[in-house]
């Protein structure tokens, strides 16, 4: 699945986002930056003990001032460490948690909250070009995946047609769930006249 927005090109592909490359890597962090979740878990794994070594120690200087490590909606650079082949940055991008009454009631104002901090974060990084991404809350935090698919889809197409560039040309969001795939798949086909930007699967296909 691609479609081609004004400034640049978004993606949906099955598989793992560590056989990928790009200027940055989006990792779905808890609000502890603890690397014990899900995803997030495995990307920790990969990147190696230094990253969790420095995102142990943002918890404690955090801890100092007594306050979250990375509340929701936020976010946090780092290098990749053992992943440096693949990416240039690791961006820990806290979404809402389903889990929790209080944030799975304000979920969708949350996730379009996280993804316009992620934009902000990945401007003033600078000469961010591509960025490979798991859609944020859809796993371990349980962001109803219908819903989640369509808001994700519409939040990241309409940053990528809007008025500002923020210097994003490949935007892929890299899915292991084949359950949000399909659901990704049909709400895609469902809303794709009222989506920004044009669909431009098959000429991606055969690049």
């Given at each position: 699945m691609a479609r081609t927005c004004k400034h640049g090109v978004l993606r949906v592909m099955g598989g793992d986002v560590w056989n990928h490359s790009a200027d940055v890597l989006i990792t779905p962090a808890n609000n502890r930056l603890s690397g014990r979740e899900g995803l997030d878990g495995m990307i920790h794994?990969?990147?190696?003990?230094?990253?969790?070594?420095?995102?142990?120690?943002?918890?404690?200087?955090?801890?100092?001032?007594?306050?979250p490590p990375c509340a929701v909606t936020q976010n946090v650079v780092t290098e990749p460490f053992a992943l440096s082949e693949?990416?240039?940055?690791?961006?820990?991008?806290?979404?809402?948690?389903?889990?929790?009454?209080?944030?799975?009631?304000?979920?969708?104002?949350?996730?379009?909250?996280?993804?316009?901090?992620?934009f902000a974060t990945i401007e003033k990084v600078g000469s961010v070009g591509s960025v490979v991404s798991p859609p944020i809350s859809m796993g371990v935090f349980a962001y109803p995946h219908r819903e989640g698919a369509?808001?994700?889809?519409?939040?990241?197409?309409?940053?990528?047609?809007?008025?500002?560039d923020f210097g994003i040309r490949d935007y892929t969001i890299v899915?292991?769930?084949?359950?949000?795939?399909?659901?990704?798949?049909?709400?895609y086909r469902e809303g794709e006249d009222?989506?920004?930007?044009?669909?431009?699967?098959?000429q991606d296909s055969v690049r």
């Open positions: 794994q990969k990147a190696g003990k230094e990253l969790t070594q420095v995102t142990r120690n943002i918890c404690l200087e955090m801890r100092k001032i007594n306050a693949n990416y240039t940055h690791i961006i820990h991008a806290v979404g809402p948690d389903c889990r929790r009454p209080n944030q799975d009631e304000a979920r969708r104002e949350l996730l379009s909250e996280t993804y316009a901090n992620l369509r808001l994700t889809l519409q939040v990241l197409l309409e940053m990528m047609d809007g008025e500002k899915v292991k769930e084949k359950n949000f795939i399909n659901n990704m798949r049909t709400v009222q989506f920004p930007g044009t669909d431009t699967t098959m």
